[in-house]
């Protein structure tokens, strides 16, 4: 069974700093892309970065790619997202998912991410 399971989302102050984790298991973690997708709340689905299969290439909206890096660590099968620079907008659900063909065909539980002083 394919199980993707995030960590580490907290409450943090504006200007503050968390590191997301996401274990993987049940599949050839280090044979798929990986992403990170978000969800304010009351908001649709919004997407924050993804990594190719061993890390070399990572992809950002333009907003983010200045304060958010992705990474991954496949003799762990764990992905990682580095938030810096919080900015109250960036309060959300925070999902990990992996990529197959076009389309993201499996996702974590996610962890909440709350920005507020």
């Known amino acids: 069974e394919v199980q993707l399971v995030e960590s580490g989302g907290g409450l943090v102050q504006p200007g503050g700093s968390l590191r997301l984790s996401c274990s993987g298991s049940g599949f050839a973690f280090n044979q798929f892309a990986l992403y990170w997708v978000r969800q304010a709340p009351g908001k649709g689905l919004e997407w924050v970065s993804a990594?190719?299969?061993?890390?070399?290439?990572?992809y950002y909206p333009d907003s983010m790619k200045s304060r958010f890096t992705i990474s991954r660590d496949n003799a762990k099968n764990t992905l990682y997202l580095q938030l810096n620079g919080l900015e109250t907008e960036d309060a959300a659900m925070y999902y990990c998912?992996?990529?197959?063909?076009?389309?993201?065909?499996?996702w974590g539980q996610g962890t909440l991410v709350t920005v507020s002083s």
């Open positions: 990594i190719d299969t061993d890390g070399e290439e990572t």
């Open positions: 998912a992996k990529r197959a063909s076009n389309a993201l065909d499996a």
